[in-house]
């Protein structure tokens, strides 16, 4: 339990010195495709590019549950 309520404390102390916690997820989105669009430049075959595409699709669809999952087992 250590962790999840030294988090609590961890943000509580950060507001309470005026902080702002909240992270802008439209900022995290552009920032992630601007990333994913430079790593797929380097690609250099059509057929390496769409198994890259294939797989960060897939990627997007599946990894929001185990983000949950893992959020949930962990804390």
């Not at 690609?43 to 997007?60: K, L, N, P, Q, V």
Request: aromatic share 12%; hydrophobic share 30%; proline share 1%.
């Amino acid at each position: 339990m250590d962790i999840p309520f030294g988090c609590i404390v961890h943000y509580l102390g950060r507001l309470e010195h005026g902080e702002w916690i909240e992270r802008s997820l439209d900022e995290i989105h552009e920032d992630r495709n601007e990333l994913v669009d430079q790593y797929r430049k380097l690609i250099r075959t059509d057929e390496d590019r769409d198994s890259f595409d294939s797989a960060r699709s897939d990627t997007r669809v599946i990894y929001k549950y185990a983000d949950d999952h893992l959020f949930w087992i962990e804390h």
